[in-house]
C-alpha cells in the first residue's frame, strides 16, 4: 500500500491521516525537505486537508475522507496524490535542497542552571564526568535544532545535545515537573512548557514562556528553529519574572 | 441566559468538536470524546454539528435552567434523562442526571450552544493546560454557563416529535468487537485480535489503557517519535496496550500495533473500567468507504432535520 517516491514514503495513520517519510534520520538535509513540505502543504489549500504536522524526518497530514477529491475510489490513494504533487512542486525530493520557505530563526532561551530549578544538575555532571559548571557551558555553548514539537502543547525536542551530556531518562518520572524546567532525556533536551509528570533529567529552568493559548502561534518555537541557552543568575531570574 | 450548577457531577466539561490545525504548536485535538454523540445532540435541537455541549461523565450534574430551553442528550444514556431525542426544559426548572445506566460519556447539547470564549479556534476544554471551555476545569457546584442565541431563532423553540433512528447509531455494547486497520509496527508485533482486553480503571480522555495478554515486540529498533492520532493504539514495553482517544498527545514514540477505524471509536469512547473489547482486522479502502456511508447518513438527518429547524446549509 506505501506509494513510493526516491526518499519519500506514504502511509496511513489510521483512517484520517497519512504519514509522509523524507528519510531516516533528522539530519540537517532531511529536515529542511520536512519544514520545506510542512510549509508547502499548510499553503496548497488541498480539500479536505485538515492538519499538517512535522515531526523528526516525517510530516503527517490529517484529512477528512468526506471531503477529498479526486479520480481515485479511496480518500486515502486520493490525499496521497494530492501531497505527493505537492511534494513536487516545493521540489522536497530533488536533489538540490528545497529554498527555505520560512525565516531561519534563532531563539535564545534564558536559563537558571541548577540549584532548587536543576535538581538533577550534579548527577548528570557525575554520569558526564564533568564538574557543573562545565555541564552549564557545554549545554549552553551549543545551538540546537527544534526537531519536532509536541508532548504536551510548546513542548520543543531539541537535537544536536554534545555526547558527552547524554543521559537515559529517569527511570521513575517525576509525577510534578514545574513549568520551565529544562531537561536532557537521551540524546535530546527540551524544556517542559507546562507542570506535568516527566521523565526528563532536570538541570535547570527557564523564565521564559513556551506556551500562550491566547497567542497565534501559540508555541514560542516552531520545528526547525535554532535555539541557544544562556545562562542565567537567580536574581536574574526573578527579574524576568 | 445562563444554566445554574446546582451539582457538578464527576467530571463535567464543555467540550466542542474539537481544536484543528495547532497540532504543529503540540496542541491536541481534544472535544468530544464521543464526538459522534455530540453530533447527533446539536442536530437534534438545531445547531452547528460542532457546537459547544455539556459532557458529562457517569456520574451526571443537577443544572437549573432560569428560561426555557430546548436540550438533547446523546451517548451515555442515564435514569430521568430521555436519550437521543429533543425536548424542551420549562423555565424555572431543574435537569437532573440520575443513575448512568449505558455508556460512559453523554452529551448535553443546548440550543444556542454554551457560549464560552473559544481559545485557539474551539471552546473545548484542555484540563492538562488549564485552559478553554469553562475556566480550563471540569464544572464546579456554583458556575453559571452562558447559552448562545440560534441563529434565526429561539432557544425554546419547541422540539420536533422525532427519534433519531436506531439503524444511524453506533452499536454501543458493553463488549464491542472494534474494527481496527494495522499500524505502522504490526508485522513486528503480536496480533492484537488473539484475545479480549478490559478496560483499566487509568483511563482518561487521552486513552483507554487495555489490560490483557501482554502484546509483545519480537523485532524492530528504536523508533523516533511521529504524530499520533484519536484511535491509535500503542503498545509500550509492558505490552498493555493504549487506545488513544480526543485528548491525545500529538506525538508518540511507541510502536503502533494498530488505528480503530473512526466509525467505531464511539464504541471503544464509551466503555466503562471493567467492560472488555475485541479487535477485529480491516482494510484501510472499507474502513474509509464506512467513514463516507456514516457522514452520508448524518447529512440526511441534517436535512431531514432542516425542515423543521430551518437554518443555513
Redesign the interface.
Known amino acids: 500500500?506505501p506509494i513510493k517516491k526516491p526518499r519519500l514514503t506514504v502511509?496511513?495513520?489510521?483512517?484520517?491521516?497519512l504519514?509522509v517519510t523524507l528519510g531516516s534520520a533528522?539530519d540537517p538535509a532531511t529536515l529542511q525537505r520536512v519544514q520545506a513540505l510542512?510549509s508547502a502543504l499548510q499553503r496548497a489549500k488541498i480539500p479536505g486537508l485538515?492538519?499538517?504536522?512535522?515531526?523528526?524526518?516525517?510530516v503527517?497530514v490529517?484529512y477528512d475522507?468526506?471531503k477529498t477529491l479526486g479520480p481515485e475510489?479511496?480518500?486515502?490513494e486520493r490525499m496521497s496524490r494530492a501531497v505527493l504533487r505537492c511534494a513536487a512542486a516545493a521540489r522536497v525530493s530533488a536533489r538540490r535542497l528545497p529554498r527555505p520557505l520560512l525565516l531561519d530563526r534563532l531563539v535564545e532561551i534564558p536559563v537558571c542552571y541548577g540549584g532548587e530549578f536543576g535538581p538533577d544538575l550534579e548527577e548528570v555532571a557525575r554520569h558526564a564526568g564533568l564538574s557543573a559548571g562545565e555541564v552549564i557551558s557545554r549545554h549552553s555553548r551549543i545551538e540546537y535544532t527544534v526537531l519536532?514539537?509536541?508532548?504536551?502543547?510548546?513542548?520543543p525536542?531539541l537535537g544536536g545535545l554534545p555526547e558527552r551530556l547524554r543521559m537515559p531518562r529517569r527511570a521513575t518520572p517525576r509525577p510534578f515537573v514545574p513549568a520551565g524546567s529544562v531537561g536532557i532525556g537521551g540524546d535530546q533536551t527540551g524544556v517542559y512548557p507546562?507542570a506535568?509528570p516527566g521523565g526528563w533529567n532536570l538541570i535547570g529552568r527557564t523564565p521564559s514562556t513556551l506556551?500562550r493559548?491566547?497567542d497565534?502561534?501559540?508555541?514560542l518555537l516552531?520545528?526547525g528553529d535554532r535555539v541557544k541557552f544562556r545562562a542565567i543568575t537567580g536574581e536574574e531570574f526573578a527579574v524576568w519574572k | 441566559m445562563e444554566i445554574a450548577v446546582l451539582r457538578a457531577g464527576a467530571f463535567s466539561t464543555v467540550q466542542d468538536g474539537g481544536r484543528?490545525?495547532?497540532?504543529?504548536?503540540?496542541?491536541?485535538l481534544a472535544g468530544a470524546a464521543d464526538p459522534f454523540a455530540l453530533r447527533v445532540a446539536n442536530l437534534l435541537v438545531g445547531n452547528p454539528e460542532d457546537a459547544a455541549g455539556l459532557e458529562i461523565v457517569l456520574d451526571g450534574p443537577d443544572l437549573y435552567f432560569p428560561e426555557a430551553c430546548t436540550v438533547a442528550v446523546g451517548g451515555a444514556e442515564f435514569a430521568g434523562v430521555p436519550a437521543w431525542r429533543p425536548w424542551t426544559v420549562p423555565a424555572g426548572t431543574r435537569v437532573l442526571f440520575g443513575q448512568c445506566l449505558r455508556g460512559y460519556y453523554a452529551y448535553l447539547a443546548v440550543r444556542g450552544g454554551l457560549a464560552v470564549e473559544p481559545?485557539?479556534g474551539s471552546r473545548s476544554t484542555?484540563v492538562?493546560?488549564?485552559?478553554?471551555g469553562w475556566d480550563g476545569r471540569p464544572l464546579h457546584e456554583g458556575d453559571r454557563l452562558p447559552v448562545g442565541l440560534p441563529e434565526g431563532g429561539a432557544r425554546a423553540d419547541p422540539a420536533p416529535a422525532l427519534f433519531v433512528a436506531p439503524s444511524i447509531l453506533p452499536p454501543y455494547s458493553e463488549s464491542p468487537v472494534v474494527r481496527a486497520?494495522a499500524g505502522?509496527q504490526a508485522a513486528e508485533l503480536d496480533p492484537l485480535t488473539a484475545t479480549a482486553f478490559k478496560i483499566s480503571p487509568k483511563s482518561d480522555r487521552m486513552g483507554l489503557r487495555l489490560l490483557g495478554s501482554p502484546i509483545l515486540r519480537r523485532q524492530g529498533g528504536d523508533l523516533?517519535?511521529?504524530?499520533?492520532?484519536p484511535?491509535?493504539v500503542q503498545v509500550p514495553p509492558d505490552g498493555q496496550p493504549i487506545v488513544l482517544l480526543a485528548e491525545a498527545?500529538?506525538?508518540g514514540g511507541y510502536p503502533?500495533a494498530a488505528?480503530?477505524?473512526?466509525v467505531d471509536l464511539p464504541l471503544v469512547a464509551q466503555l466503562r473500567p471493567g467492560q472488555t473489547l475485541r479487535f477485529q482486522d480491516i482494510e484501510?479502502?472499507e474502513?474509509?468507504r464506512l467513514?463516507?456511508r456514516r457522514?452520508r447518513d448524518l447529512a440526511l438527518l441534517r436535512s431531514g432535520l432542516r425542515s423543521h429547524w430551518g437554518g443555513g446549509p
Open positions: 500500500m502511509a496511513p495513520l489510521g483512517d484520517q491521516a504519514v533528522p510542512a485538515l492538519d499538517v504536522v512535522p515531526a523528526y524526518a516525517t503527517t490529517f475522507p468526506a475510489a479511496v480518500p486515502y519536532a514539537i509536541g508532548f504536551v502543547p510548546g513542548f525536542y507546562l506535568i506556551f493559548s491566547g497565534s502561534p501559540p508555541a516552531r520545528m | 484543528r490545525g495547532y497540532r504543529a504548536s503540540g496542541v491536541p481559545v485557539l484542555y492538562r493546560g488549564g485552559w478553554g486497520i505502522a523516533r517519535s511521529s504524530a499520533v492520532s484511535g491509535s498527545q500529538t506525538l503502533l488505528h480503530v477505524i473512526s484501510l479502502a474502513a474509509q467513514l463516507v457522514e
